[in-house]
């Protein structure tokens, strides 16, 4: 059965960093496009960052340019999401997701195969 799974998240204070994770298992998930997004209860949820089947195709939601940073190791089957600087407004729930194809431009919420059941990240002031 596919499934992907976050980690990492946690409490942290304004200017620390975290990073999480995001694990498949599963047949399925080669090659595949991860991405990762997030979601507050007074937002819907947003784009973060993706990332390509061979890691050299990146894409990066500009409220995170230069402090969050997308990679992966295929032989872990793993994703990593290291964000730098955390702000309070980088509150949220944060899921990860894939979509079968080695990558992709199209990060609507609707186009993802599979998703994440999320970890929170919450950046005290």
């Known amino acids: 059965q596919e499934e992907v799974v976050e980690s990492g998240g946690g409490l942290v204070q304004a200017g620390e960093s975290l990073t999480l994770s995001c694990t498949t298992s599963g047949r399925t998930f080669s090659p595949c496009a991860m991405g990762w997004f997030r979601q507050t209860p007074e937002k819907e949820r947003e784009f973060v960052a993706a990332i390509g089947w061979s890691g050299g195709d990146t894409l990066t939601a500009d409220s995170v340019k230069g402090r969050f940073t997308v990679s992966r190791d295929n032989d872990k089957n793993t994703v990593y999401l290291q964000m730098n600087n955390l702000k309070p407004e980088d509150t949220a729930e944060y899921y990860c997701?894939?979509?079968?194809?080695?990558?992709?431009?199209?990060?609507?919420?609707?186009?993802?195969?599979?998703w994440g059941k999320g970890t929170l990240v919450a950046v005290s002031s």
């Open positions: 997701a894939a979509q079968l194809v080695p990558w992709t431009t199209n990060w609507e919420t609707g186009n993802m195969d599979y």
